[in-house]
């Protein structure tokens, strides 16, 4: 498989105070990104995402071990021409408008004028921006500054793109668009390694996901593969009953509106819930099949977080 980022060994550490004591932030993360995938990189505050990634966009240098994009090193200059960044927290000239900055980062990457004058006002409607262009980044709200962030991340048409908390800042609708952007760079053939703590996104997003956690990525892989396919459990809704008393296996969620809310715990109970709802005169609204969750997957892997 062709992978476009690995990531061998990393390990970074930094001094206290005075250099008084030592805090290891990474202790050898190893990771693989295939080509054209969108890649969750998760964890708790404080795990080492934000200074794996700056090492990845050569922000900072490791203790130890290698990150190789495109099959070189990180550090290679050649290499960030084909990455597009957003940081965390970004930080550009409050001044600038926001077509400005775009054509300002266009032209640290070579882009030509006449490239420019197309470029920008696409971008700028792609990210939801259109319209204010001319606006200086002083009067941005946070979202703003995000979706400006996110533009100048694409710029140059990178083929890798690396997002530090994307959807940070963005209000409901806003996220839904970035998530939208996001499966549309994919769809162009582009790689997207996205770090973020809001898992239901990184649930819809991810083919991949890492979790880390005390600065070591404690699981990996294809997330279908991750969650797999059993059922954990049936959530039915039941409707028209006075009164219920459910077989044994099943807890009554909720009894209120003239509806009952069950929950099941296996499929053979769940046929003996149905037989004998129907024996009673109810109507079966809904039957959902719940099956194993990233947040229940990523809370299994936190100390005191589950099991």
């Not at 693989?32 to 090492?55: E, H, M, Q, R």
């Not at 239901?200 to 396919?229: F, H, N, P, T």
């Amino acid at each position: 498989m062709d992978h476009v980022l690995q990531v061998t060994e990393l390990k970074k550490s930094f001094r206290g105070h005075l250099s008084i004591g030592v805090h290891h932030v990474l202790d050898g993360v190893n990771l693989s990104v295939p080509k054209g995938v969108i890649y969750g990189f998760l964890g708790p505050n404080g795990a080492g995402k934000t200074t794996t990634i700056k090492i990845l966009a050569g922000l900072l240098f490791p203790d130890a071990g290698e990150a190789r994009i495109f099959g070189r090193s990180s550090t290679d200059r050649s290499v960030r021409r084909r990455i597009g960044f957003l940081p965390e927290t970004p930080y550009f000239y409050d001044y600038l408008k926001g077509a400005e900055l775009l054509a300002f980062m266009g032209r640290l990457y070579g882009l030509s004028p006449s490239q420019l004058s197309r470029r920008v006002p696409e971008l700028l409607e792609t990210v939801g921006l259109k319209g204010q262009g001319k606006l200086q980044l002083r009067k941005y709200s946070k979202g703003m500054l995000q979706r400006i962030g996110l533009a100048q991340a694409l710029i140059h048409d990178p083929e890798l793109v690396i997002l530090d908390e994307p959807m940070s800042g963005l209000d409901p609708i806003g996220r839904r668009e970035i998530r939208d952007l996001i499966l549309s760079l994919k769809e162009q053939g582009k790689t997207v390694f996205f770090s973020s703590h809001i898992l239901a996104d990184a649930e819809m997003l991810c083919d991949q996901v890492a979790i880390l956690v005390k600065g070591r990525v404690v699981q990996e892989g294809i997330l279908e593969v991750l969650l797999g396919s059993e059922v954990r459990f049936w959530d039915v809704t039941l409707r028209g009953l006075e009164t219920f008393s459910p077989p044994s296996g099943c807890s009554v969620l909720t009894h209120r509106g003239g509806q009952v809310l069950v929950r099941v715990e296996s499929e053979e109970t769940l046929q003996t819930l149905l037989d004998k709802a129907r024996a009673e005169g109810a109507s079966v609204r809904s039957v959902m099949p719940h099956k194993a969750s990233l947040e229940d997957l990523f809370m299994a892997q936190i100390p005191g977080g589950g099991t």
